[in-house]
């Protein structure tokens, strides 16, 4: 074939194509508004080429169209609510019962310290029920017999007698002296052999001032603290008290064993009046709770008892008393009320006439120091009674003569 007609072919198609290519926009311009529902048409450039408009989803009209559900937003589940538990009534605790005290009742009056403000309150525990006593507490918890510039007692204590007029004076002091002392003027350390000399002055003045008018004195001896150092310090100042106490008639009452477990060691909880275990004393190791304050005046009761015997008597009889009844603790019997009873030997039935036991010594006279005070003291250990397991010392060994052996 000649150039002339395949260019003549070529350009035959090149028409073609641009007619197909006219017919097709006219067509597509030209297209008439669809109506609803009518079928689309679909133009030559979409049958030959696949392009042009996008053809739309059909729409019918007795389909319901789908709308998706909303999603409601889901319930919390609610937790079956627990049946709310009634509070228990708290346990009702017995109305104190109210004693009015006696017109002519008997005054004890306790001075001292913090530890004697304690006492007061468990004496006034203890005969609260008793008309015939009336506790009256004048203390001062900084106080003692060394700072006489912070407060005085032998100034004070005067004025308190007149002014209480008791049947009893109770003391109680010690706990504040740990610091130095003024003495003419110097400033003297603890413990020194000045400072307890002085301090031993002191406290005789003082408990023959408490006996000036013939008043019965209780003195209490310190409790043992926390502190080692501290419960050291009280054992010697309750030497001091018991000896200076006893040269003027007074009574010194030790309380040590009640706030100490059996190997003499401090306790924060013991057994209160009942054998119960309860904490006695607070957190700080140095003051007491309201048991110790009540196990601290059972030692001290008893000899006021004692000491006003009629006064504790029965409170059966009094309005509002409930029937209750103090015992009355009797005078100790004296030494010729007792029967002595001669010891009867194994061997012979018969009295033998003795005075005294076998094997028995005269009373021993008390220094005024116990065996735990000479060892804080000065480290002295009782000697144990011959015989007894924890004596230690080699008998004499006796003599044995043997007979010599003649050989013959």
């Known amino acids: 074939m000649s150039g002339k007609n395949s260019d003549r072919i070529g350009l035959h198609w090149l028409l073609h194509g641009l007619i197909v290519i006219a017919?097709?926009?006219?067509?597509?311009?030209?297209?008439?508004?669809?109506?609803?529902?009518?079928?689309?048409?679909?133009?030559?450039?979409?049958?030959?080429?696949?392009?042009?408009?996008?053809?739309?989803?059909?729409?019918?009209?007795?389909?319901?169209?789908?709308?998706?559900?909303?999603?409601?937003?889901?319930?919390?589940?609610?937790?079956?609510?627990?049946?709310?538990?009634?509070?228990?009534?708290?346990?009702?605790?017995?109305?104190?019962?109210?004693?009015?005290?006696?017109?002519?009742?008997?005054?004890?009056?306790?001075?001292?310290?913090?530890?004697?403000?304690?006492?007061?309150?468990?004496?006034?525990?203890?005969?609260?029920?008793?008309?015939g006593i009336i506790i009256e507490t004048r203390a001062n918890g900084s106080s003692g017999l060394v700072?006489?510039?912070?407060?005085?007692?032998?100034?004070?204590?005067?004025?308190?007698?007149?002014?209480?007029?008791?049947?009893?004076?109770?003391?109680?002091?010690?706990?504040?002296?740990?610091?130095?002392?003024?003495?003419?003027?110097?400033?003297?350390?603890?413990?020194?052999?000045?400072?307890?000399?002085?301090?031993?002055r002191r406290t005789g003045a003082f408990a023959a001032l408490a006996r000036s008018e013939k008043i019965p004195?209780?003195?209490?001896?310190?409790?043992?603290?926390?502190?080692?150092?501290?419960?050291?310090?009280?054992?010697?100042?309750?030497?001091?008290?018991?000896?200076?106490?006893?040269?003027?008639?007074?009574?010194?009452?030790?309380?040590?064993?009640?706030?100490?477990?059996?190997?003499?060691?401090?306790?924060?909880?013991?057994?209160?009046?009942?054998?119960?275990?309860?904490?006695?004393?607070?957190?700080?190791?140095?003051?007491?709770?309201k048991a110790g304050k009540r196990k601290l005046a059972f030692y001290v009761e008893k000899d006021i008892r004692k000491l006003l015997g009629d006064a504790a008597a029965s409170t059966q009889d009094v309005p509002g008393a409930g029937g209750l009844k103090d015992l009355v603790v009797a005078a100790p019997t004296a030494n010729e009320d007792i029967i002595q009873t001669q010891p009867i030997s194994l061997d012979d039935p018969e009295l033998d006439g003795a005075s005294v036991l076998l094997g028995g010594n005269a009373a021993l006279t008390s220094n005024g120091k116990s065996p735990r005070d000479r060892l804080v003291e000065k480290g002295e250990i009782a000697e144990a009674p011959a015989g007894r397991v924890d004596d230690f010392r080699l008998a004499k060994p006796e003599t044995v003569i043997s007979n010599p052996v003649i050989r013959n």
Request: hydrophobic share 35%; aromatic share 8%; no cysteine.
């Open 23 to 131: 017919i097709g926009i006219t067509a597509f311009v030209m297209e008439p508004p669809r109506q609803a529902g009518a079928q689309e048409r679909r133009s030559i450039l979409d049958m030959l080429f696949g392009f042009g408009r996008r053809r739309q989803p059909p729409v019918y009209e007795d389909v319901p169209i789908y709308e998706p559900r909303q999603r409601q937003p889901q319930q919390q589940r609610q937790k079956p609510k627990k049946a709310r538990q009634k509070a228990k009534p708290a346990p009702v605790e017995p109305a104190p019962v109210v004693v009015e005290k006696l017109p002519d009742a008997k005054k004890v009056l306790v001075v001292g310290d913090f530890v004697a403000g304690s006492l007061g309150d468990g004496l006034k525990t203890a005969f609260e029920t008793t008309p």
């Open 217 to 289: 004195l209780l003195w209490v001896g310190m409790p043992p603290f926390q502190s080692t150092s501290m419960t050291a310090d009280m054992v010697t100042l309750n030497g001091i008290f018991r000896n200076e106490t006893e040269k003027v008639g007074g009574t010194f009452v030790d309380i040590w064993d009640g706030f100490v477990d059996e190997d003499g060691k401090f306790v924060m909880t013991g057994s209160d009046i009942n054998g119960q275990q309860v904490r006695l004393r607070g957190s700080d190791g140095i003051n007491m709770t």
């Open 147 to 200: 700072r006489d510039d912070y407060f005085n007692w032998p100034e004070n204590l005067p004025a308190y007698v007149a002014e209480v007029k008791p049947s009893v004076v109770i003391v109680s002091l010690g706990a504040n002296e740990r610091q130095q002392m003024s003495i003419d003027g110097e400033k003297e350390k603890f413990r020194t052999d000045r400072w307890l000399a002085e301090y031993t």
